[in-house]
């Protein structure tokens, strides 16, 4: 089985494997396709599993649209080797469906009364899912998409370089329906970072850039809105995939800082 992706594909799948036995009964291999742009913890995590890992290289540690066009190329000619099977989350139509019934928890869990969702996208796939889901169960929020200011293909056309795993991949969105979009935003990959620490030391959510730039941009929507107006996003991961990494590494004997 091979995935192209920052790891969290690889992890729910061969998690799912792995407890189901599925991998022990049938001999499977896991290949994940990485690079040294995404966190070092997670090629480690992958390795401890049983994956092999394949490592692009990348330019000063920056995920790029040609780093992602090399990665993909990659996958899709191991994919070619018999007995192989491609994880496709950029072409499934599962992928947006996995989402939905989280739409549906959130809604059970708030109620109808959702003014606004908020995320950032990779796939596109949990944005699109989970309103997908908010709708089927009586919510009818504004939809918001965002992307790093640093790789902002949805809002000027041109992706770039950039250090937000699983965001910004260089090319559009395959799940992405623009015409449920009220906005695309773009935000500074900085504020995502500094957000990041602030979630763990005042709030004790432990986190990684792509849930810091939701929450740095929810907050701002917030206030633009003005109160008792709802706004809903996402926690992506666990902040504990990113230590030894850019984002809490050089902070960590630093005080609470302020965006």
Known sequence: MITR???QLFSAIFHYCDRTFVSAVLGLRFTAV???AFSESKRLAMQAFGAEVLVEPSENGRITPELIARM???AYALAKEPGSYYADQFGSPDVRAGYKPMG?????????????FVAAV???????GTVDGMRAAGANPAVIALEPLQSALLTTGKGGPHRIEGIGVGFAPPFIDQSQLREVRAIDEERAFVMCRRLAREAGVFCGGSTGLNVAAA???AAEMGPGKRIVTLGCDSGAKYLGGHIYEDHATSGCLNI
Not at 104 to 116: C, S
Not at 122 to 128: I, V
């Open 104 to 116: 549906r928890e959130i809604v059970k869990a708030l109620g109808a009364d959702i003014n606004m």
């Open 122 to 128: 990779g796939t596109g796939a949990a944005l699109m």
């Open 72 to 74: 993909k190329a990659r």
């Open 34 to 36: 990485f690079s040294d």
């Open 219 to 221: 907050i701002d929507l």
């Open 5 to 7: 992706s920052a790891a």
